[in-house]
């Protein structure tokens, strides 16, 4: 068996012996080839590859002579090692194993055990191939330091949905000393863990560490943890005063006091438009027949703030209030209940199982919940269905890129805001588009008046098709560059998209962390269609995604109910444009 090791350290054994593979140059071509095992690399592309600098003829000798020594050094393994005059390549079905693809396989992690899942977590030892900088390996490192992050997500989740408090702890720490950035759900676990064991002074420190970490990371004083990490610290501070102030604990298996009822719901932060859809959910409220209703759209088009505005505006409507549950790093039906719970201010009691006493509690409830993010949970929307069924007083507002394909869901689509057909629209501070990045540049800056960049601004918003989250990230750059020369900085790529904003949760940090997320959650054929399908400008019929992009019809309705790929009026489909960059990127 050869084994390759690439996160923390490179070490290659086989049999369980240490193979030398000696120069910088062999270590890069095996780890290249490894990380894209089973491709057939043509030479020419791997010798500009690894030497950039020289000119053809001088890289591609350079290869030979790598090759040659990693032939010798490999030869007394399986024949893993393919190559011919043309190209080269690393099968690792052969008898190899890689500490990376083990990190990124694509597993249900419902399926999988705890321990199976600290199996995965423990798989990263640290940053792929540390000491190295060249540009294919930062995207490597990416993309296995976010794989690490989904399984620490679920891990933490499941740790915390089971009561481990000591191992909560232990690995919400491991994934703070691996990442070189401040991850705030490894810091809500240690929270969550230090007040699981009763020390809510650790748990207020882990607060503070977090907020620390953030200013000091992002260079601004100001910076603020995400809400979700504020809101859980607030009920940990409310909970530990709570049972100070409490003179018993009920007795085993039996309910303690009513909880108290949720908090006011507050309209959602940065809202403008939307007039049409909140009018469209006031409506579908006033259904009886209506206890589910999904806003589906992409990340990032806003079904957060409007789920929260809806919300918002309905709670009076409702005699035990209005929650909103954050779902977006729980990772299986423990920690969905453990979400709702904390939303409700309801502490588990008991023995009794968590399910069982969350829908005991909603039964009697007349109670409005958003469920935020729910796209990764569709596995689990039988808990959903059960919350309905115990608890006939109970409505549901769900944010999904996906409908979760229940009985009785209602659908509302969630596109972008409206914004100015013309760059020279007259009306065009009219339009919600315009109006959110007015509000988003002058709440950033001091500049207030932006009437001569009115026609640069509505071609930007056209761009990006009324998309709110590209729309602030694009009004922060107001203070370093003229809004034309934004707009065409947006029509080049992406990385216009990469300054995060002091409101936004972690997963909106930047629009390719967005698509990374809906690109997770894809089978590898819808992420090959789509890839395929960014060759389309401007929309494309059925047929032509077929013959061209060799896309089926049921996997191009697939990509369209994930809320990535969208069906016009006239039958034609299309893409958004920042989504069709990044998939010509993949």
């Known amino acids: 068996m050869l084994e390759i090791r690439l996160l923390g350290q490179f070490t290659v054994t086989l049999a369980g012996r240490p193979v030398e593979i000696g120069s910088r140059p062999a270590r890069l071509l095996l780890a290249y080839l490894a990380l894209n095992a089973g491709v057939d690399h043509p030479r020419e592309d791997l010798a500009a590859r690894l030497w950039p600098d020289a000119d053809p003829t001088t890289a591609r000798n350079n290869l030979r002579n790598v090759l040659y020594k990693l032939r010798e050094a490999l030869k007394a393994g399986p024949a893993c090692l393919r ?20 990190l990124r396989v694509r597993r249900d992690p419902a399926r999988l055990t705890t321990a199976e899942l600290i199996q995965q977590a423990a798989l990263y030892q640290g940053r792929l191939l540390p000491g190295y900088t ?88 100001e910076w603020e943890p995400a809400e979700a990490t504020r809101s859980l610290y607030e009920r940990l501070r409310q909970d530990h005063k709570a049972a100070a102030a409490r003179p018993s604990t009920p007795a085993p298996g039996r309910a303690p006091a009513l909880a108290p009822a949720p908090e006011p719901l507050p309209p959602a932060p940065a809202f403008v438009g939307r007039e049409r859809e909140l009018a469209e959910i006031a409506a579908r409220l006033a259904e009886p027949a209506c206890r589910l209703l999904t806003l589906v759209g992409p990340g990032g088009v806003g079904k957060t703030r409007l789920a929260r505005q809806a919300a918002a505006a309905h709670r009076d409507l409702y005699p035990d209030g209005a929650a909103f549950v954050p779902l977006a790093a729980a990772g299986g039906p423990e920690a969905i209940l453990a979400a709702v719970a904390g939303a409700l201010n309801f502490t588990f009691y008991g023995r009794e199982r968590p399910r069982q006493q969350v829908l005991d509690y909603l039964r009697e409830k007349r109670v409005l919940l958003v469920l935020d993010n729910f796209e990764h949970l569709t596995a689990h929307v039988d808990l959903v269905d059960d919350l309905l069924t115990a608890a006939p007083g109970l409505r549901l507002i769900v944010t999904s890129r996906e409908r979760l394909r229940v009985p009785g869901e209602w659908l509302l689509e969630v596109d972008g805001l409206p914004f100015p057909a013309e760059a020279e629209a007259p009306d065009a501070e009219a339009y919600g588009a315009v109006q959110l990045f007015l509000q988003t540049a002058r709440r950033l800056y001091s500049r207030t008046t932006f009437t001569d960049e009115l026609p640069a601004i509505a071609r ?53 962390a967005v698509f990374e997320q809906s690109w997770s959650l894809l089978s590898e054929a819808e992420q090959r269609v789509l890839r395929r399908l960014s060759v389309f400008r401007g929309g494309f019929q059925k047929e032509a995604a077929e013959r061209v992009a060799a896309a089926p019809l049921a996997l191009l309705l697939s990509l369209t109910d994930k809320s990535l790929v969208r069906r016009r009026p006239d039958g034609r489909f299309e893409m958004h444009e920042l989504l069709r960059q990044y998939a010509g990127e993949k």
Not at 461 to 478: F, K, N, S, T, Y
């Open 83 to 102: 190559a011919d005059s043309e190209s080269v390549a690393l099968d690792l079905a052969a008898g190899g194993w890689l500490d990376v693809a083990a």
């Open 134 to 221: 060249e540009n294919w390996v930062d995207v490597e490192r990416m993309r296995a330091r976010e794989a690490f992050e989904r399984w620490q997500a679920v891990l933490l989740d499941r740790l915390a949905g089971e009561g481990r408090w000591a191992e909560l702890r232990e690995w919400s720490s491991h994934w703070i000393t691996q990442v070189e950035h401040t991850p705030e759900a490894a810091y809500r676990g240690l929270m969550l863990a230090h007040a699981g064991l009763g020390d809510f002074s650790q748990a207020e420190a882990a607060y503070k560490a977090c907020a620390s970490a953030l200013k000091k990371e992002l260079n601004d004083p």
């Open 460 to 512: 930007l918003c056209r761009l990006v098709d009324g998309l709110p989250l590209a729309i602030e990230m694009a009004a922060a750059w107001v203070r370093a560059l003229p809004a034309a020369e934004i707009a065409r900085q947006v029509e080049q790529n992406l990385a216009l998209f990469a300054r995060p904003l002091p409101h936004m949760p972690e997963r909106q940090h930047s629009v390719r």
